[in-house]
């Protein structure tokens, strides 16, 4: 750990601060959009386009850093993000805002595959599980700290803006000036999908699923909690506890699916996620419950995404996972332009802000149906054989994720080498 620390501190510091402005303009644009006035299906909009812009940064990326390189790719988004922040409310408009906000998508995207280009650059066989790690944590750490500056100033005025938009500036800094410019970089075309599905319908299935279950969270959470009529200071704690609950849950999930049929976990974690989900709904008006459904929700369908790619790999031989890893992305990300502007319809509707989880509530039932149904369709693959369970947040990247894979198949293959285990790793 230490290592990994002394090798990537400016990385992880730079992502960190980048994380706190993420996080704050999209909270901040849910609470901003009430007071401006906004429907809620406009902000629906608003928030849907964040996915269609983050779709298309992470497929353009690498043709961008191969032609220009690191340096300049990063220090050019970075820049862009940094405007975009101030242009939110110089110009409070749904149309300006739908196009900053597919601007900010795609940059924060293509941010992401640089840092973690690096990141796995600067990462050995031995602490690629560490640094993995610790990317994710500091990642997480970022958006929960930014629901905390929230409560620094009036949502109302320009200073909220301003914030985040110094701190992905400042963010630059350390990573530019200490990190080498130029590690190697490679991308895999993704499987076709039809392929994809052949190998993993419920891989697919879940994924596209849970895409808008992401997208809902992380795009109209604040939405919900300025219609719902929560103060500034319950909105943030409300929208922070998703990502609390993904952090404490993730690791003890993982530890289970490398036990037990993956199938039936899913099935059981969808299942617990879509409870979270209906008591929000039925509970909403109780803050303390409301705090407790976001946090099981989080904790529920971040560990889904993880168990989806390493169900889809337990399928896979390894020379086929990073192509197969940039499909489900793929198709996690349609399944997140979907979900914000469904929640936003439907909370337009005589369900109100209870729209906000019938939703999600939703999407978990039908992911436990579909997992419950395939499990009938072809046998578990033993637990001995199945690859080994790798933590990625549903922000990750192809490349984050390729660094999970690297790690899983070293992981397995040092666990073959022991004596008393006989792992392939997925």
């Known amino acids: 750990m230490v290592s990994v620390l002394s090798s990537a501190w400016a990385l992880l510091l730079g992502m960190c601060l980048l994380m706190v402005g993420n996080g704050m303009q999209g909270t901040l644009l849910g609470i901003r959009g009430n007071i401006e006035g906004f429907s809620t299906f406009h902000m629906s909009i608003v928030m849907s386009a964040y996915f269609v812009g983050f779709l298309g940064g992470s ?5 961008m850093i191969r032609r220009v390189g690191h340096v300049r790719v990063f220090a050019a988004l ?3 993000i940094s405007a975009v922040m101030i242009i939110y409310p110089t110009f409070p408009n749904t149309i300006v805002w739908s196009l900053g906000r597919v601007l900010i998508g795609f940059c924060f995207s293509a941010v992401y595959v640089t840092a973690e280009s690096w990141l796995n650059n600067a990462a050995t066989n031995d602490n690629r599980g560490k640094a993995l790690s610790l990317y994710m944590i500091v990642q997480t750490l970022g958006i929960v700290l930014a629901q905390a500056l929230l409560l620094t100033a009036d949502p109302s005025g320009f200073v909220l803006f301003v914030i985040p938009s110094v701190l992905v500036s400042v963010a630059v800094t350390p990573i530019l000036l ?3 410019p130029t590690p190697a970089f ?3 075309k993704p499987m076709s999908l039809r392929a994809l599905i052949g190998f993993s319908p419920l891989g697919c299935v879940g994924m596209f699923l849970l895409g808008g279950v992401f997208s ?3 795009g109209m959470a604040s939405v919900y909690g300025a219609e719902a009529g929560l103060t500034v200071a319950q909105i943030s704690t409300f929208v922070a506890m998703f990502f609390v609950g993904a952090v404490i849950l993730q690791y003890p999930i993982g530890w289970v699916s490398d036990r037990m049929d993956r199938r039936t976990l899913i099935v059981i974690v969808s299942v617990v996620g879509g409870g979270g989900s209906v008591l929000g709904m039925l509970m909403g008006h109780v803050f303390p419950v409301l705090l407790v ?3 099981v929700v989080g904790g529920m369908s971040n560990p889904l995404y993880s168990l989806l790619i390493a169900h889809t790999n337990d399928f896979l031989e390894h020379e086929d996972m990073a192509a197969a890893s940039g499909g489900l992305i793929f198709i996690n990300g349609l399944g997140a332009i979907t979900g914000p502007i469904i929640t936003g319809w439907m909370m337009s509707t005589a369900l109100g802000p209870g729209g906000f989880y019938l939703f999600t509530a939703l999407l978990f039932a039908a992911l436990a149906a579909y997992a419950a149904y395939r499990a009938t ?8 054989e199945t690859g080994n369970y790798v933590p990625i947040y549903a922000s990750a990247t192809p490349v984050a994720v390729e660094i999970a894979r690297e ?6 293959q040092d666990a073959e080498e022991g004596p008393d285990h006989g792992i392939r790793a997925g």
């Open 59 to 63: 497929r353009m990326a690498p043709g």
């Open 78 to 80: 970075a820049s862009l």
């Open 178 to 180: 200490s990190i080498s």
């Open 186 to 188: 490679e991308t895999t």
């Open 216 to 218: 809902a969270q992380f």
């Open 293 to 295: 459904s976001a946090f």
């Open 377 to 384: 369709q072809r046998p578990a693959v033993p637990v001995s």
């Open 407 to 412: 790690y899983a198949i070293e992981s397995g």
